[in-house]
């Protein structure tokens, strides 16, 4: 089984800081793209940021700016340094990877969410 578990999410005011970790476990073979989504009470889950495994990263536009994606191979985690926050950032935060595992083809995997507040 893969697992992909968060961290770093909490209660921030606006313009503060906050960085998320996602780290995937299992028995993995290779971790494609790994990506960050969110969801607000009464919307649709939306992309947050993708980077892939050569590091190309992608955002939406409204955090373009003020979010960076990375990645550290070597511990199977992708990371969310959050900047600026507003409070129309405030949703759940779900990690996101595309993973091959020992004995299974390649699938996407989720993590929990973690909850990201802004609010003063």
């Known amino acids: 089984q893969v697992q992909l578990v968060e ?13 998320l970790s996602c780290a995937a476990s299992g028995i993995i073979l290779s ?5 960050w989504y ?7 889950r939306e ?12 955002y939406a536009d409204s955090v373009k700016g003020r979010f960076t994606i990375s990645r550290d191979n070597a511990k199977n985690t ?3 340094q959050m900047n600026s926050l507003k409070p129309e950032d405030t949703a759940v935060y779900y990690c996101n990877a595309d993973i091959r595992r020992l004995g299974a083809p390649r699938a996407d995997y989720w993590g ?3 909850q ?5």
């Open 112 to 114: 929990q969410g973690t």
């Open 31 to 35: 971790i494609y793209n790994m990506g």
């Open 7 to 19: 961290s770093g999410g909490g209660l921030v005011q606006p313009g503060g800081s906050l960085r």
């Open 38 to 44: 969110r969801q607000a009470p009464g919307k649709q």
């Open 78 to 80: 992708v990371y969310l």
């Open 47 to 58: 992309l947050v940021a993708v980077i892939s495994s050569g590091r190309s990263t992608n």
């Open 116 to 120: 990201v507040t802004v609010s003063s």
